[in-house]
């Protein structure tokens, strides 16, 4: 140590977190919790898309198709299978 002075190292208390359930643990609260994102997310990206096909915008209807509800769709099924996992 080149300036001086003591480095006293305390016992460090856990971190209080928003995810914390006494019941289901933090993995797995966070994993629901981001599932049920992950739904709205897609629920609102077809609230989208209806709008955009009543309004006959082909395009934004092709562009939420191709570029947003298919990815959607694959992150629903991932964080499903996380929350499965964490459950057994």
Known sequence: NLRGGRVVLGALMSPITEFDHEQKGEALYAMELAL????LNFEKLMEV???ADEAGDAAL???IE???LEEQVEAINKVAKYVAQ???
Not at 36 to 39: C, G, N, R, T
């Open 36 to 39: 049920s994102l992950e739904k």
């Open 61 to 63: 209807c092709d562009f």
């Open 66 to 68: 191709g570029d947003y």
């Open 86 to 88: 964490l459950r057994r």
């Open 49 to 51: 898309h209806q709008v």
